[in-house]
Nanobody, 120 residues
Framework: QVQLVESGGGLVQPGGSLRLSCAAS????????MGWYRQAPGKERELVAS???????TYADSVKGRFTISRDNTRNTVYLQMNSLKPEDTAVYIC??????????????WGQGTQVTVSS
């Protein structure tokens, strides 16, 4: 099975920074897409950022220029560096991995989520 363990959430003031980490274990294989979603109470879950095995990245418009996603393939870990945080960034951030074999999607796995609260 695939397991994802997140860390790095917390309370930060507007304009501050946080760095989220997600360590993956299990049969994630080499071809995968890792990313971060977030969900605030009463709102739909949204994709924040994603990164391919080849380190191609995608960002939501709301976080472009402020967040940076990266990965360490040796450690099977994905990071999300969040700068210039705003109150509207407050949400549970959930790590995600999508696995593809022979170009076909085969699995979608989720972490437990880590709370990020931006407040003064």
């Amino acid at each position: 099975q695939v397991q994802l363990v997140e860390s790095g959430g917390g309370l930060v003031q507007p304009g501050g920074s946080l760095r989220l980490s997600c360590a993956a274990s299990g049969s994630i294989f080499s071809r995968n897409l890792m990313g971060w979603y977030r969900q605030a109470p009463g709102k739909e879950r949204e994709l924040v950022a994603s990164i391919t095995s080849g380190s191609s990245t995608t960002y939501a418009d709301s976080v472009k220029g402020r967040f940076t996603i990266s990965r360490d393939n040796t450690r099977n870990t994905v990071y999300l560096q969040m700068n210039s945080l705003k109150p509207e960034d407050t949400a549970v951030y959930i790590c995600n991995v999508k696995i593809a074999l022979y170009g076909t999607y085969t699995g979608d796995y989720w972490g437990q989520g880590t709370q990020v609260t931006v407040s003064s």
